[in-house]
């Protein structure tokens, strides 16, 4: 299995909902990765964790919560978003250590936000 | 990271050779240069990889110049399902980061 599963595919929500994204991989991979991808732009990196630990959040604002509940399972957690948090959501994840820039990574094919 | 460089869209004809340049001439000695595509609607996809020898696997080959200040990913023979975008990606040995650039949109073209 060297797939990375996303759900929702598609999610539209008000600026007063609470919802999760959530991502899931069978590959035994112990890094995992959330993006924010706009259209017609690069993926931006948001969050990584390493062995169930967050190491890196690259300024996210906190309507945004990443948790990763064990090693197979990494959700993104969302209050209060705004309308131009209307993005691709995309998951990823790869072997960490033993030297990562050799750790290619795989990606879920994310979740499309909508948000009114 | 080092930064790259990469033309915003080139065609290519069904069956030639496409060749995707990438500048980084920025890059440190312990930075590898990756290669990714997006095919419209998908995750991004890992291509291949490489540190300063030339590589190649089922998918493509990578030339990195001598002073690897530039890389050409090369699809040998480019079908329409190679139409996507394509990302150059340094990065250093041991960062947890994967950042993308702009990336080149190759058009595959029958």
């Known amino acids: 299995d060297t797939e990375v599963t996303q759900t929702p595919k598609h999610l539209v929500m008000g600026m007063t909902n609470k919802k999760s994204l959530k991502c899931e991989q069978h590959?035994?991979?112990?890094?995992m990765y959330w993006y924010k991808q706009k259209a017609k732009k690069p993926p931006e990196l948001m969050f990584v964790?390493?062995?169930?630990?967050?190491?890196i959040n690259e300024s996210v604002p906190s309507r945004f919560s990443p948790e990763c509940p064990n090693s197979s399972l990494l959700n993104l957690h969302l209050h209060a978003l705004q309308p131009e948090d209307s993005a691709l959501y995309l998951c990823?994840?790869?072997?960490?250590?033993?030297?990562?820039?050799?750790?290619?990574?795989?990606f879920g094919s994310g979740t499309q936000l909508s948000v009114l | 990271d080092a930064k790259t460089t990469q033309p915003p869209s080139m065609d290519c004809a069904e069956g030639r050779a496409a060749n995707l340049p990438c500048n980084h001439s920025?890059?440190?000695?312990?930075?590898?240069v990756y290669w990714y595509r997006q095919i419209h609607s998908q995750g991004p996809q890992y291509i291949i990889h490489?540190?300063?020898n030339n590589e190649t696997n089922e998918m493509a080959s990578l030339i990195i110049t001598e002073d690897r200040k530039s890389s050409t990913l090369i699809l040998p023979h480019a079908t329409l399902r190679d139409t996507a975008v394509y990302y150059c990606?340094?990065?250093?040995?041991?960062?947890?980061?994967?950042?993308f650039g702009t990336g080149t949109r190759l058009q595959v073209f029958p």
């Open positions: 990823a994840s790869s072997h960490p250590g033993g030297g990562w820039a050799n750790e290619k990574l795989f």
């Open positions: 590959m035994g991979h112990r890094a």
């Open positions: 964790y390493s062995y169930e630990k967050l190491s």
């Open positions: 920025t890059i440190s000695g312990n930075e590898y």
């Open positions: 490489g540190l300063k």
């Open positions: 990606i340094v990065r250093v040995e041991g960062a947890d980061k994967l950042i």
